[in-house]
């Protein structure tokens, strides 16, 4: 980690590869990775963001992650992945516009986000609109899409990219400090 150098935060829908890339970019940089997820769980003596939800409720999952968010982001140089909601917990928004980080949304369409669940071990991704977490990936992009594209400073479209494509956009947008 260097002292002045912002964070990355990598933002977008579940299965864009924000934990992925991040925990890539962080070996290949030599940088810290926070996954904000595992911190939510932890503050919430929670083993996983479902556990969270399901025991205490969305609101207070909602407000650890707002203040886990404050709390990350005074330490430097990190890669941090934002849980897929966390833009939109309250004061989030403002929290991540204020501050002091390369902002990077990594949007899928949700036939590619589909696909990629379809693929992934998704028993501990809670359900958020009362439907199962593949058919309610257009609902969720229809309600997120535009305040991520709002708040980032790049988007990286990952539909049919390959994973090392999108790493190395990420570090060439890290490198270049936006």
Request: charged share 25%; no cysteine.
């Amino acid at each position: 980690m260097r002292t002045g150098t912002p964070n990355l935060i990598l933002i977008g829908l579940r299965a864009s590869g924000k934990s992925t890339l991040g925990k890539l970019m962080s070996q290949r940089l030599g940088r810290d990775f926070i996954d904000l997820d595992d911190v939510v769980a932890e503050r919430m003596s929670a083993s996983g963001p479902g556990e969270a939800i399901e025991r205490d409720g969305i609101d207070a999952f909602r407000s650890a992650e707002t203040e886990s968010l404050r709390s990350v982001l005074k330490t430097p140089g990190q890669i941090i992945a934002l849980g897929g909601g966390t833009p939109t917990a309250p004061g989030a928004a403002d929290v991540l516009r204020g501050s002091h980080a390369i902002i990077v949304y990594l949007r899928g369409t949700p036939e590619e986000l589909r696909e990629r669940l379809t693929r992934s071990d998704n028993t501990d991704r809670p359900t958020l609109v009362g439907d199962d977490v593949l058919s309610e990936v257009q609902t969720l992009f229809g309600q997120r899409d535009e305040l991520y594209r709002e708040i980032a400073h790049s988007i990286i479209h990952i539909d049919g990219v390959r994973e090392e494509s999108v790493l190395q956009a990420l570090i060439a947008l890290d490198t270049a400090g936006m």
